[in-house]
């Protein structure tokens, strides 16, 4: 069982659509957990960070956080497609462990 | 931009050969963690520096190996260059502190390629 994982997908929508990203883990003794966007060719970008169960919001970014099931989600409100890349999840208990990514692609 | 930056960009090697890779601190940041980052893969953790001391190591033969200076910039350092050893390189910065969550920025990267 890998660490962190996600969907690969790709994952497609809509320009203005919701884009909802999903991410298990299988430490539960993972503190934090983030949301990383990566460009194609780029470095990982944080967007989103969250340890507390429940949700977080910025912007048009939205975290959920459920620890009893080992699972965090993020969320991208009105896509865009600025919004096209790859979203990391990456949990840490001392050091940071990274899934392989979700790719997003939003359509105009 | 996240003050992190990173030498060279790009690189060849061929099997066998040693290679030094750098990285410069984004200001007021102690911490610095290495990672391996393959085609279509998520970063993988190396290793991380704290203090100019090895703080944590991921999965890596030891022929990886780091520094990291009292002006907390770092190297990695890899000897005995593999062809899987072909990828991109992250350093990331951090402030590790017993008040605040640490959050890790990354560098623009080093792409090494082993031929």
């Known amino acids: 069982q890998k660490e962190v994982e996600q969907n690969s997908g790709p994952l497609s929508v809509p320009e203005g659509a919701i884009a909802s990203l999903n991410c298990t883990y299988s430490d539960r003794g993972s503190q934090s957990f983030f949301w990383y966007r990566q460009y194609s060719g780029k470095s990982p970008e944080l967007i989103m960070f969250i340890y507390s169960n429940g949700d977080k919001e910025d912007g048009r970014f939205t975290a959920q956080l459920n620890k009893a099931s080992q699972y965090v989600s993020l969320l991208i409100r009105d896509s865009q497609p600025s919004d096209s890349a790859t979203y990391l999840c990456?949990?840490?208990?001392?050091?940071?462990?990274f899934g392989a990514g979700t790719r997003l692609t939003v359509k105009p | 931009e996240t003050g992190v930056t990173q030498s060279p960009t790009h690189l060849i090697k061929t099997r066998g050969q040693q290679v030094t890779l750098r990285c410069s601190s984004q200001?007021?940041?102690?911490?610095v963690s290495w990672y391996q980052q393959a085609l279509g893969q998520g970063p993988q953790f190396i290793f991380q520096?704290?203090?100019?001391?090895?703080?944590g190591r991921g999965n890596f033969p030891p022929r990886f190996s780091g520094l990291q200076f009292p002006n907390y910039s770092s190297e990695l350092n890899v000897n005995a260059l593999e062809l899987d050893d072909s990828a991109l390189y992250l350093c990331?910065?951090?402030?590790?502190?017993?008040?605040?969550?640490?959050?890790?920025?990354f560098g623009a990267g080093t792409r090494l390629s082993v031929l």
């Open positions: 200001s007021g940041h102690n911490t």
């Open positions: 520096y704290y203090r100019e001391e090895e703080n």
């Open positions: 990456a949990v840490t208990r001392g050091d940071m462990r």
């Open positions: 990331a910065s951090s402030l590790r502190d017993s008040q605040s969550l640490s959050l890790q920025y």
